[in-house]
Nanobody, 126 residues
Framework: QVQLVESGGGLVQAGGSLSLSCAASGRTFATYVMGWFRQAPGKEREFVAAISLRRGSTNYGDSVKGRFTISRDNAKNTVYLQMNSLKPEDTAVYYC???????????????????WGQGTQVTVSS
């Protein structure tokens, strides 16, 4: 099991930037795939971004491509989400998740991830 703690959420105006962090502890960090998901009130959990900690490969949800960047620091067991050009529709609770890095696994679905953080609120005002 991996324990995850997100930080960095807050309130920002449209067009602004925020950086989220996800600190992990527990099992071997480098063999995992890490993902960011978000959930707005009344909506389903939405895939935002994922990164393979071993290979460094990344993928993004269509709504955030070109604006968000996921990165990792394996030495610090931390994953980051840099969010630029924020829009009011980015408002949500953002969750960090960890899953086993299995070839062929769909990293855009919550089912791939077995461990989740508590979430951090991001609010973008218009």
């Amino acid at each position: 099991q991996v324990q995850l703690v997100e930080s960095g959420g807050g309130l920002v105006q449209a067009g602004g930037s925020l950086s989220l962090s996800c600190a992990a502890s527990g099992r071997t960090f480098a063999t995992y795939v890490m993902g960011w998901f978000r959930q707005a009130p009344g909506k389903e959990r939405e895939f935002v971004a994922a990164i393979s900690l071993r290979r460094g490969s990344t993928n993004y949800g269509d709504s955030v491509k070109g604006r968000f960047t996921i990165s990792r620091d394996n030495a610090k067991n931390t994953v980051y989400l840099q969010m630029n050009s924020l829009k009011p529709e980015d408002t949500a609770v953002y969750y960090c998740a960890a899953g086993r890095d299995i070839v062929g696994a769909d990293t855009t679905t919550p089912r791939t991830y077995g461990d989740w953080g508590q979430g951090t609120q991001v609010t973008v005002s218009s």
